[in-house]
């Protein structure tokens, strides 16, 4: 027997049992003597770790910041986008109407800002290092909360928003961690949910927004193709895939489980799930308690007065930019930003753990050669845009955008859409070596640890999953990559190789 098995969560000496022989001997036919012998197999790769952090210190986040290829106008945009997606949000709005900085927090909350939990290597990314929930969970700079910080935030570990699944007693949506009920408002009442009492909940953490207006981009044609690409390879490997197709029949693409065609109303849906503020997209407050909902609906509107008077004069402070919407605001800065680039490309050698170059190409060579790319598919370009610079765009983001099964042990039980409960979309690879947490879960900050999770029985947490779901669709390729252990590589194994390869994108 193969013991794929590791409940505890460690790896020990990295040393994995890969074959158990039985051997039965025959003595003089007497009697039988059966001997257990393991052989084990070379050390499993390592993860050099996050890139800037662990490894390469003098290389510098390679995403942020906007596109340099933006026209002038498009540039204009950029003060007021980046101000609005860093902008921490208070309750109460201004009786005025005017609302051009954050207000509408609440009734219920998990943050206060888009790029308190979008910040990892820059603003836009995913989660970083040290949990920012813990600055705002009982105040939000302006007014005091009665919250408590659940268990399953840690201080040095990843945001986690949790979910209450169907098949657990919920209604499989986001449960907002934190009210804003306290000193302030003393007349609101809503309490936070008993999270203790909840033993089903699921969690998702921040996925990294770079290079998603691009995405945005890519034709629905070319993502059928792909999934209609390579089809004997694929199911002799047990790969499948399929859309997530949206009201209008086009391809959702944005989302753990490609929830969302577009990167607005996906924006609109965060601001109001995450931050409780309602806008023109989503006009109404998730709990609409007595005492609790404080502003006028939506809390974030197109500000028509964007230019106020004084002396019927427009302050000069409000551009125009100002006149769009807070959620609007955040859409350009995120449909804007541009797009990772692998640290072998701006940095050479030194950009490739261990600081060999061909390492991280045979390491791509072997993602290739074992199929991952199959899923992972390495690009994509784009047809002719509006936004001139991000037409006719090759898109090196290592995802198919598809759904595919991923097996009991990563299952959250959520349906969304035709995504069921076993089903992710395939995350972009582009800019995973300046990640500090994987999966939709965080559950591990080893990449090795996170390759081996997409393979059923082999992640290092408890399975999830509840009822019956089929096999991971990535079952043969981990077996695969678990055979690179045994391979010559660049770097000590192919197996090595790989990790670096995936460290350096």
Sequence with gaps: MIDLNNPSGHRGSKRRSRVVLSLGLSLASLFAVSYTVVIWAQ????????????????????????QSTLTYQEQTSEPAATTQFGTASVVTCSSSGSNVTGCGLGPRFNANTCSSCHQQPAVGGSSPSANPLFQIYQSDGTDQFNNTMPSF??????????????????NGLVQELFTIAGPSYSSCNIQQPNFAAEPGLVFRQPLPTFGDGYVDFIENKDITNVLNSNLSLKTSLGIGGMENIADDGSVSRFGWKAQWRAILPAVGAEEQV????TNEM???????????DVNPVPEDPTNY??????????????????FLANAE?????????????????????TGCPGGNINSCSNGQLEFNSIGCALCHNPSYITPAGSIPSQ?????????????????????DNITQGNAQGDMFRTPPLWNIGQRIWFLHDGRTSDIVQAIEAHAD?????????????????????????????????????????????????
């Excluded at 050099?48 to 952090?53: M, Q, T």
């Excluded at 989503?282 to 609790?292: G, K, M, P, S, V």
């Excluded at 089929?470 to 790989?498: K, M, R, Y």
């Design 43 to 66: 050390n499993l790769a390592t993860d050099p770790g996050v890139r800037g952090i662990a490894w390469c210190t003098s290389c510098g986040p390679s995403v942020g910041g906007f």
């Design 153 to 170: 935030e840690t201080a040095s570990g990843p945001v986690l928003v949790p979910r209450l699944p169907v098949s657990a007693g919920g």
């Design 274 to 277: 995450e931050e409780g503020i």
């Design 282 to 292: 989503f006009l109404t407050e998730i709990d609409q308690t007595a005492n609790c």
């Design 305 to 322: 007065s964007y230019c106020e008077e004084s002396g019927g004069i427009c302050q000069s402070t409000y551009t125009p930019w100002f």
């Design 329 to 349: 605001r955040d859409a350009y800065f995120v449909r804007f930003l541009a797009t990772p680039v692998p640290s072998t490309v701006t940095n050479g050698s």
């Design 391 to 411: 037409g006719h765009t090759r898109l090196n983001l290592y995802s198919d955008l598809l759904l595919h099964h991923m097996g009991s042990c990563l299952a």
């Design 457 to 505: 029985s082999l992640g290092n947490g408890p399975c999830t999953g509840v009822g019956s779901y089929p096999a991971s669709e990535a079952d043969a390729v981990i077996s695969s990559f678990n055979n690179l252990e045994n391979v010559t590589g660049v770097d000590g194994t192919a197996q090595q190789d790989l990790i670096n390869f995936l460290r350096s994108l």
